[in-house]
């Protein structure tokens, strides 16, 4: 289906092409008529002039010739010509019609009549004829006619002297169709783009900045946006309550289970079931709280704070464990995330090569042209090439000698999906381990 810039583009071309179409045609029609007009006046002025002529040289007609005076009179077959014909039958005509005559219209009337004849060679003639009946009681038929080549000719200098015009004003018509279709789209263009952007501030669409046939569209958004802003703080809500309630039956369990290992029981395998169901309810919360979230929620993070207050609270464990955490973030570091996501997200990752580096982990944050990227990074013993995608997808572990789920990456992907954002794994240039690299649109 065609778009609306496409139907007001289409419709004003067609609109100009058929009104400059229709104007020429009109114009033209127009110039053949006055053009015409013009050529039979001209033509009864030179039968005027042949007949003041011929009545001061009734008894001589020959000396018209040298009376009436025109080069193209004189010139054989030029194309104009002049003949009188008297009531005994005699024809005196133009040298250039040489020897050749006019044959007079069938049917005359006391006034001249305008008619088209052939000349020459068949040649088209438009003429002026008439009966005159001088004082001395004479009566002659006067005739004077001009090839129709040159009416054809006069028609074509004028049509193409307003060709240029109408191309010009053809050009008008398509500079207008196109400010036509800006006006009109114009309104749903800044529509388009306010919805686009309707998170950056927050506020509702003002159906007053658009016309009162985009209003109640606007006015349906807003209700719209309205609804989907309750679904989502109702959806957070729910998840936030569930995860609360969740927590003290695993408490009691977890408590149990210590109670049981201090007595000398075996519950090493009942404390990893524990932990990877605690795992599987963060991950499915993590998911039910970032669904949609992205399209849903216009909440920005200072990820510079985000970060620096992460480096400090994961720098102290490090210290404790002999280790070094290393932070180089850039300033005004913004992310169009829920400040909670973000958190969980850089928490599992820095967890990660908390447990699993040697002695270095590194942190860097920066803008690009891509957007927000970081990248975590240790000295450990990495993720090898083919089981990454894996440990990616179902959070797997692949070495069971720390504690933990393996969950936190597959939880980390999840939460980056809701926001448009990626997470790659790969090899540190600088310390050899893992390199976890996040790009989040922005």
Not at 142 to 153: D, G, I
Not at 226 to 239: D, K, L, P, W, Y
Not at 404 to 433: E, M
Request: aromatic share 4%; glycine share 10%; with cysteine.
């Amino acid at each position: 289906m065609l778009s609306l810039r496409q139907r007001a583009l289409l419709g004003g071309l067609a609109t100009g092409a058929l009104s400059v179409g229709v104007g020429t045609l009109v114009v033209f029609s127009y110039i053949n008529t006055r053009v015409l007009d013009q050529f039979d006046e001209t033509l009864r002025d030179r039968h005027t002039q042949l007949v003041v002529g011929l009545s001061a040289t009734t008894n001589d007609p020959e000396a018209l010739r040298d009376l009436v005076f025109d080069p193209a009179y004189g010139t054989p077959y030029s194309g104009r010509y002049w003949q009188v014909t008297g009531d005994n039958g005699a024809t005196f005509t133009s040298a250039s019609l040489f020897d050749e005559t006019i044959s007079e219209p069938a049917r005359v009337s006391e006034k001249a009549v305008v008619w088209n004849t052939s000349g020459p060679d068949n040649e088209a003639l438009r003429g002026v004829y008439q009966k005159i009946t001088f004082e001395d009681g004479t009566e002659w038929g006067v005739t004077v006619a001009e090839s129709r080549q040159e009416l054809t000719s006069e028609r074509r200098a004028a049509q193409n002297n307003l060709l240029p015009v109408f191309g010009l004003v053809g050009l008008i018509g398509v500079a207008g169709s196109l400010l036509l279709m800006s006006a009109i789209v114009g309104p749903l263009r800044k529509l388009r783009a306010d919805v686009a952007h309707r998170w950056d501030k927050g506020d509702d669409l003002n159906p007053g900045h658009y016309p009162e046939e985009v209003s109640p569209l606007v006015e349906d958004l807003n209700q719209l946006l309205h609804r989907n802003r309750e679904i989502v703080s109702g959806s957070r809500r729910q998840a936030a309550d569930l995860a609360h309630a969740l927590k003290t039956p695993t408490a009691i369990l977890r408590n149990e289970l210590t109670s049981l290992s201090d007595a000398g029981a075996d519950t090493a395998s009942a404390d990893d079931a524990l932990n990877r169901i605690d795992a599987q309810l963060k991950r499915s919360l993590a998911r039910m709280r970032a669904s949609n979230t992205a399209e849903l929620t216009h909440a920005k993070t200072d990820l510079t704070n985000s970060v620096d207050r992460l480096s400090r609270l994961f720098s102290i464990m490090a210290e404790r464990e002999g280790k070094k955490l290393t932070t180089t973030c850039a300033a005004e570091l913004w992310v169009r995330m829920d400040t909670q996501d973000i958190e969980e997200i850089l928490g599992n990752l820095l967890d990660n090569a908390l447990k699993w580096s040697r002695t270095i982990i590194l942190i860097t944050a920066k803008r690009t042209e891509r957007g927000i990227e970081i990248c975590i990074e240790d000295d450990g013993q990495g993720i090898p090439k083919d089981a990454r995608e894996g440990v990616l997808r179902s959070g797997g572990r692949l070495d069971t000698s720390v504690s933990g789920t393996g969950l936190g990456l597959a939880i980390s992907v999840d939460l980056l999906n809701a926001y448009g954002g990626k997470l790659k794994l790969g090899t540190s240039a600088n310390l050899g381990g893992l390199a976890c690299h996040i790009l989040i649109p922005g």
